[in-house]
């Protein structure tokens, strides 16, 4: 077997072990990798691996799936770029597969309902949690603030999420360019872009509304329900907002990344061919800005535009989590015991700094089921 067969079946095994094992988030799947690659296998210096970390949020798509991709590259070119990414999603996206199965066939039967019944509160929890500690990195200025501010209220009276992030980034790079006059100008249009037509749904309509969230997805994972509530939700109808919290709980309760929630969605909408065109469509942009922005990465780190860019929608994603957080509590924070699973998941994930949010959604399914039993 030649050198590169060599590297690219390494890099196969050692990504799907990772895949398969990663629970706990972004920056746990990062950890891990680290000590992987870096201290036990030394594919490349601890600086070049925190390089690679920063250039990760210079570009859309999910971090650690990004890392996974990158270090694929470095250790085996563009074919272990592809090979590294798809050993690393394929585990999360076939364990959701069987949860997704499970719930379109029973997750309307009474049996079902009282585990379900925990789960969300845990997963509020979770991204209260999340909402916390990334603003607290996203919030650097009160000019961030008041982007953040603009963000929360436009996401609360239905404007597009997509189109806020983006607008988000601009203002960013005006408003820190000194160019005030012309932010000013630009909220307007957030606050106005409120869509309410329905679409005709088809395979191929599916992939590219993921495929166009993959392309603009700044900050973490959890950011993904966002879009998803305007997109798939508000917008076009096609899932319920029940659906998307049970698609949250399903990307925490597996392991990798937590955009395999997508595998989940697509296939309550449209089965298997639903699953695999929200998958590829969600991961795919990743694969390619990486392909293509790897060369320029140095360059683009130290740009004071693209630094802009970088803090504005990171405070504007922490602003819609912190929204759409808020919608669902309408939703699911409607008596005492939802509220007691939802205060205890935060004070676990608050005073407990190294639980996994596995055992948050774990516990959440226990003590929602014993309340439930007793009415």
């Given amino acids: 077997m030649s050198e590169q067969k060599n590297r690219l079946a390494e890099v196969a095994k050692l990504f799907a072990k990772l895949g398969a ?14 000590k992987e690659v870096v201290k036990k296998r030394k594919w490349m210096t601890q600086e070049h691996f925190l390089d690679l970390i920063g250039a990760t949020n210079l570009i859309p798509g999910p ?22 990414g798809i050993c690393f999603i394929f585990p999360a996206v076939a364990i959701t597969l069987i949860f997704a199965w499970f719930y379109k066939q029973y997750g309307s039967l009474p049996a079902v309902e009282p585990f379900l019944y925990g789960i969300k509160p845990a997963v509020i929890a979770i991204i209260l949690d999340a909402v916390f500690h990334f603003g607290k990195k996203a919030l650097k200025n009160w000019q961030l603030g008041c982007i953040g501010l603009f963000v929360i209220a436009a996401v609360l009276i239905g404007a597009n999420v997509i189109l806020i992030i983006l607008i988000a980034g601009l203002t960013g790079i005006l408003w820190f360019g000194k160019l005030s006059n012309s932010v000013k100008s630009i909220f307007p249009l957030i606050l106005f872009q409120v869509q309410s037509t329905l679409a005709s749904f088809s395979t191929t309509s599916l992939f590219l509304v993921f495929l166009k969230i993959g392309s603009v997805l700044f900050g973490s994972g959890y950011v993904l329900f966002g879009y998803l509530d305007s997109e798939l939700v508000r917008n076009l109808g096609w899932i319920t907002r029940q659906q998307l919290m049970d698609a949250v709980a399903v990307g925490q309760f597996t392991p990798g990344p937590v955009l395999s929630s997508a595998a989940f969605i697509g296939f309550q909408i449209d089965g298997i061919m639903g699953a695999v065109a929200a998958t590829v469509g969600i991961f795919l942009p990743s694969f390619i800005f990486i392909l293509i922005l790897n060369p320029l990465i140095p360059k683009l780190r130290k740009s004071k535009i693209a630094s802009a860019f970088l803090d504005s929608v990171n405070i504007a994603s922490v602003a819609i989590m912190l929204a759409v957080t808020i919608q669902m509590g309408f939703t699911v924070l409607i008596d005492w015991k939802v509220w007691l699973i939802a205060l205890l998941g935060i004070v676990s994930l608050l005073s407990l700094k190294n639980i996994n949010s596995v055992w948050v ?5 226990i003590i929602g089921y014993l309340l439930h039993l007793v009415g």
């Fill in 21 to 34: 094992i990663s629970f706990g988030g972004p920056a746990a799947h990062i950890a891990m990798m680290e």
């Fill in 63 to 84: 971090n650690s799936t990004e890392m996974a991709i990158h270090c694929g590259y470095i250790r085996a070119g563009k074919l272990g770029l592809w090979i590294a």
């Fill in 361 to 365: 959604i774990a516990g959440g399914v």
